[in-house]
């Protein structure tokens, strides 16, 4: 079973609000990630945990806050987003990270969101 | 530093045709190789890799063989369908700091 899951599937919020999205993976997968993904581009890197830490953060903007709660479980906090913040977000987890490059990478089916 | 190059999309092609798309890449290292698929409206599905000199991966009739002397990873299928269409990515890692890196990924239109 390689799924990971994640909700909710469709979020719309204004840019005053605050909301969070959920990823959940029951892998055993020691690593997981977040990307965004904007139309028609691939996807970009965000966040890493490794072992529930944060192991790489490519510099996104604070009104995005990640958290790890266990090994398999994801959050992303929204607060104060912009309009051009509207992309589909992607959760992703691998067995180790950074364990070599063999390492798979397994993706969810992504939370579109739009920012009013 | 590392870098993916996907051919310029997008494709169309009639059923049963004979699909190639071609990747090519930059790499320190050994990396390894990916091609994931992203059907309409979807996250990302790996769909075959492959992690070292001619190694060839292969799922759901998709085919890829990793050549190091050309460094290319090129996507191949004898016939497609109109279940096909998507974007496909080419992608590798390094294995330094878990990092993915993507081409820009094509779109594949398959008509009946």
């Known amino acids: 079973d390689t799924e990971v899951t994640q909700t909710p599937k469709h979020l719309v919020m204004g840019m005053t609000n605050k909301k969070s999205l959920k990823c959940e993976q029951h892998m055993g997968h020691r690593a997981m990630y977040w990307y965004k993904q904007k139309a028609k581009k691939p996807p970009e890197l965000m966040f890493v945990y490794s072992y529930e830490k944060l192991s790489i953060n490519e510099s996104v903007p604070s009104r995005f806050s990640p958290e790890c709660p266990n090994s398999s479980l994801l959050n992303l906090h929204l607060h104060a987003l912009q309009p051009e913040d509207s992309a589909l977000y992607l959760c992703a987890s691998s067995r180790f990270g950074g364990a070599g490059p063999a390492e798979t990478q397994y993706f969810g089916p992504g939370t579109r969101l739009l920012v009013l | 530093g590392d870098s993916v190059t996907q051919m310029e999309g997008p494709v169309t092609l009639s059923e049963e045709a004979f699909l190639t798309i071609n990747c090519t890449y930059t790499a320190t290292g050994y990396p390894s190789l990916f091609w994931y698929v992203q059907y309409p409206g979807e996250g990302l599905q790996l769909l075959l890799k492959?992690?070292?000199?001619?190694d060839k991966g292969s799922n759901k009739g998709f085919e890829a063989t990793y050549r190091k002397e050309t460094t290319s990873f090129h996507l191949e299928k004898g016939s497609v369908q109109v279940s096909d269409s998507a974007v496909y990515f080419c992608?590798?890692?390094?294995?330094?700091?878990?990092?993915?890196?993507f081409g820009k990924g094509i779109t594949l239109s398959v008509r009946p």
């Open positions: 492959a992690t070292k000199a001619d």
């Open positions: 992608a590798l890692n390094t294995g330094a700091n878990s990092k993915l890196t």
